[in-house]
């Protein structure tokens, strides 16, 4: 979305023109009028009408690529929302298989009696920030660090003895 100055300017961009397009005659005439006396002999007013529609010529191309830009901006913000809600979801799901096999596999080798290897395991996953795309205040998650601590590990699990023997 254009800022409010961008609006603003073509707001009077488009005012501008249309003035001269719609008036361009009117005011030609009186400047015609107005400035005449002024003229020294032998010299001569510019044809005023036409210059003003000369100057709107010009600005018309002008206001015209920035509404352009302004919809290509506008189509790219809609583009990234997109993108980033795509994105957040499928980290979402990411997320939540790292977690979940990870707590799963941490919990094999802990009852495996090999918790020197759940130990390698990082089970918290790295803070990042959610896209708010809709405008609304997210909850913190699990790893952000105002939300809720993540879960502990379950205590090391009893080691049957056939298990432990075998060490």
């Given at each position: 979305?254009?800022?409010?100055?961008?609006?603003?300017?073509?707001?009077?961009?488009k005012a501008i023109v249309a003035a001269a397009r719609a008036h361009g005659q009117e005011v030609g005439e009186r400047l015609q009028e107005r400035l005449a006396p002024a003229l020294e002999e032998g010299q001569s007013l510019p044809d005023l009408v036409g210059f003003q529609q000369v100057?709107?010529?010009?600005?018309?191309?002008?206001?015209?690529?920035?509404s352009s830009a302004v919809r290509d901006v506008d189509l790219e913000a809609r583009k990234l929302d997109t993108t980033l809600v795509?994105?957040?979801?499928a980290l979402d799901a990411?997320?939540?298989?790292?977690?979940?096999?990870?707590?799963?596999l941490t919990g094999f080798d802990q009852l495996a009696g090999l918790s020197r290897f759940a130990e390698k395991v990082r089970l918290t996953l790295p803070f990042r920030r959610r896209s708010n795309t809709g405008g609304e205040?997210?909850?913190?998650?699990?790893?952000?660090?105002?939300?809720?601590?993540?879960?502990?590990?379950?205590?090391?699990f009893a080691v049957p003895e056939p298990l432990a023997a075998e060490k």
């Open positions: 979305m254009a800022s409010k100055g961008v609006t603003d300017r073509q707001r009077v961009a100057l709107a010529n010009h600005l018309q191309p002008a206001l015209d690529e920035l795509a994105k957040d979801s990411f997320d939540a298989a790292v977690a979940g096999i990870g707590r799963i205040e997210l909850p913190p998650g699990p790893d952000d660090p105002e939300g809720p601590p993540d879960t502990e590990l379950p205590p090391t």
